[in-house]
């Protein structure tokens, strides 16, 4: 057995988990997700905890298995307390600030980057260089943090760019004659 998918989800106050077929609607307080799942996958409500099963001991079972369970389990957790995805943005004259609900970021371009939020996503700033990323769905607000930081990756050189936070970048020594000196 899976061991991530024989673990139970459980469901916390406030939050309602709706199973027809095989789509499943969660909502709670921060809002409503919903996703079909794989049909092999048999999903039910017992005791207020959502318990992912799989019909056979197949590969591609076993691997669906965990999957769904994870899935679920990231709605759950989505509507009730939410996601958040920290940014840093490194580099003299590099910032960001928001127009509206859109971002904008100067990254050393002859034009600024603007990244409009889907529906569901939107970004706070505690500063100019610091953003996060903030939404009930963990899927997209991963994509839309990986969006932002492919608009300047940080390079490993001076290390300019916008990372995520925490995140440490490899930096490489640069031209031989600026570190050591002539030989």
Do not use: W
Request: no cysteine.
């Amino acid at each position: 057995m899976s061991r991530i998918g024989r673990l139970p989800i459980a469901v916390p106050d406030g939050v309602t988990v709706a199973i027809d077929g095989r789509s499943i609607t969660v909502e709670g307080p921060k809002g409503t997700l919903h996703r079909d799942l794989h049909p092999d996958m048999a999903v039910a409500l017992e005791d207020g905890r959502v318990v992912v099963t799989r019909p056979t001991e197949a590969k591609q079972h076993k691997q669906l298995h965990g999957l769904t369970r994870t899935l679920v389990a990231n709605m759950v957790t989505g509507v009730s307390t939410g996601y958040r995805k920290g940014l840093e943005i490194t580099g003299v004259g590099y910032r960001a600030q928001k127009v509206g609900e859109r971002l904008q970021l100067n990254l050393g371009y002859s034009h600024p980057v603007e990244i409009e939020p889907p529906p569901g996503i939107s970004f706070e700033l505690e500063n100019p260089t610091r953003l996060t990323v903030i939404g009930i769905d963990k899927e997209l607000v991963g994509e839309i943090a990986a969006r932002v930081r492919a608009s300047r990756k940080p390079e490993p050189y001076k290390g300019k760019g916008v990372r995520y936070a925490g995140e440490v970048v490899r930096r490489k020594a640069g031209k031989a004659g600026k570190i050591g000196g002539k030989k």
